[in-house]
Structures are given as C-alpha cells and as structure tokens.
C-alpha cells in the first residue's frame, strides 16, 4: 500500500456503550474508580450520570490503528492520547484516523473519536513503524 | 515517591478478556492492554490524598520498547513524575514502567488534573 499525507484511514463504529461494558472493563482493566460505576458518585462529582473510561477510548483509537496497521506487519512506537470531553452510556462513537506524516518506513497517524453530535471526544496520535522495509 | 509490584503471568485468556471488554475486531495484542498495571497509580494518588470524585484523567501516553506478550511476567514500577498546583488545580504525572524478565517493554505515561476545593491550593 502506498502512504501519504492526509489519506483517511477506515472509519470504525463502537456502541453503544452500555454501563455493562463499562462494569465489564472496569473489572478487566482494574480500574477501581467509582465515575465509571456509580450513578450516585458520578452525580456527586457534577455528572448526570456514570461516565465511560477515557481509557476504554483509547482501546478504541487502539483498536483503530491495529485494523489498518496489522501486528504482523507493523509495530506501534509511540502512541498517546487526549481525553477531551466526557462519553455517557448510549454512545455510539466513530472513530477516524488520518495520515498525518509519511517517513521512509514509517507513519504519524492522527486519530479522533466523535460522538453523535460530531464532538471530538477523544484525540490521539501514532507513531507506525513497518517492520520490514517498504519497497522503493 | 516509588513503588513496586510484580504480576501474574499474562494468559492467552487474559488477552482473550481484554478484547472483549474493550469491543476490540483486530488480530494481536492489544496496545492498551497495560492500562490493567494502572493500580499502583491509584495507592499513589492516594497517598497525595488526591481527591479522586474530582480528578480528571486528561492525556495519557505509551511508549512500546519491546512487545508485551503472552507469557511475561509483568513487573511494574510507578511513580509520580510530576505534582504541582496552579490556579486551584493540581495537575499530577504518573510514570508507570512494565517491564518483564528484566527487560523494560512499555512505558505509559498518565497525566491527572484534580480540581482543589478552596482553601486547599496554595
């Protein structure tokens, strides 16, 4: 496949996001924080009702990257994201991704979720490297 | 401020779980899967008393040095990178390395902002 700068990767869809997922990856992930389980804890710390993890979207951004860029042929050196505003069960998130940089035999991925309202929710960015050289 | 914790072998199954949790369609391991080496973070945050119904999870950063792996025993060593207030925030970095058999394999970085009720900022 040939590379460059600004190509979209495939879109992808997650959701909706239950509260049992949210229950399910918590107790996958360990994550003991009670935002994500808890309606009455949630309302306290200002939200109307329990949140997902920022981290269940940077699975999803993951998921994303290894959809296009598969294990076997590349690996990720970098990869960092942004939680930009709050996802809330019944979500259906779209996550897009761009080619941000093309370098001999690598790629800075850009990566964004958006949720129905067409908010970014979630940035990130990657950095691919294939781990056999590309043909000239 | 450190600590130390080494882990149960990772399974096929534990890999298995994760994807499922996570609705991840793609082949291989998955590039989060170290989110689960977090819960040193969580002690750490609590011993700087941060209040965690006001804390903010706002970036967070991997760097792979070596794949992870079915069969590695992971050992982990978290730290607080940075704590400082500013304008009745605190914003705390937390460094957590995954390493196994002595060699380092991912580094993630979890950056924290914790809204300060008044009278307790500087």
């Known amino acids: 496949m040939i590379w460059s700068e600004g190509q979209s990767l495939e879109e992808i869809k997650k959701g909706p996001i239950s509260e049992e997922l949210l229950k399910q990856y918590a107790e996958t992930a360990r994550d003991p924080n009670p935002i994500h389980l808890d309606p009455e804890f949630a309302k306290a710390a200002g939200f109307p009702s329990v949140i997902a993890h920022g981290m269940l979207s940077m699975a999803f951004l993951a998921d994303a990257i290894r959809l296009n860029f598969p294990e076997s042929e590349f690996k990720v050196e970098r990869f960092s994201a942004r939680f930009r505003k709050v996802t809330f069960p019944g979500s259906v998130l779209t996550v897009k991704g761009k080619i941000k940089k093309v370098e001999s035999d690598s790629v800075v991925l850009l990566l964004s979720i958006e949720n129905e309202a067409g908010e970014v929710t979630t940035s990130g960015e990657a950095q691919v490297v294939a781990k056999r050289p590309r043909p000239a | ?122």
Request: charged share 30%; net charge neutral.
């Open chain 2, 1 to 122: 401020m450190v600590k130390a914790l080494v882990l149960k072998t990772i399974t096929e199954e534990d890999i298995e779980l994760f994807k499922k949790a996570t609705l991840t369609g793609s082949n291989g391991f998955p590039l989060t899967f170290a989110t689960q080496y977090r819960e040193l973070e969580f002690d750490l945050l609590k011993e700087i008393k941060a209040d965690i119904r006001q804390l903010l999870h706002t970036d967070q950063i991997y760097i792979y040095h070596e794949p992870l792996k079915a069969g590695d025993v992971p050992e982990i060593t978290t730290r607080i990178k940075e704590n400082k207030e500013k304008r009745g925030m605190q914003f705390v970095v937390l460094e957590t390395i995954v390493s196994s058999g002595g060699r380092k394999k991912v580094t993630s970085e979890a950056q924290m902002v914790i809204r300060l009720k008044q009278g307790e900022s500087e």
